[in-house]
């Protein structure tokens, strides 16, 4: 399976997860929170797609700050918020990923 699927797939499970954990009680604010927390990460699914370096490279840094939020959030619950752990597990292999398609789509020197 080429890395880019996988970082697209890792990429979707990182939005669902987050959503889902957000979304524990359906109302108005709630569901506003969730579009506000996933935003970035719906803008930049666009150039994830398309594999645009710029947009790769974005992504990666955005992605520390999300690696950062969820590792908070599941040490803060002591590891009990699966949908968490989940969304930690998918933002750091997504990370790894993009990582290796910007280093990949690199021109040679």
Do not use: F, K, W
């Amino acid at each position: 399976m080429p890395l880019r699927l996988v970082a697209i797939l890792c990429h979707v499970v990182l939005i669902a997860a987050i959503v889902a954990s957000v979304l524990s009680t359906l109302t108005p604010v709630r569901v506003g929170l969730a579009l506000l927390v996933v935003a970035p990460l719906l803008v930049t699914s666009r150039g994830l797609a398309r594999e645009r370096r710029t947009a790769l490279q974005g992504l990666a840094v955005l992605l520390v700050a999300y690696v950062g939020g969820t590792s908070v959030e599941v040490v803060a619950r002591a590891g009990d918020a699966p949908l968490l752990n989940v969304a930690l597990l998918a933002a750091a292999l997504e990370l790894g990923l993009i990582l290796a398609l910007i280093r990949r789509g690199r021109p040679p020197p």
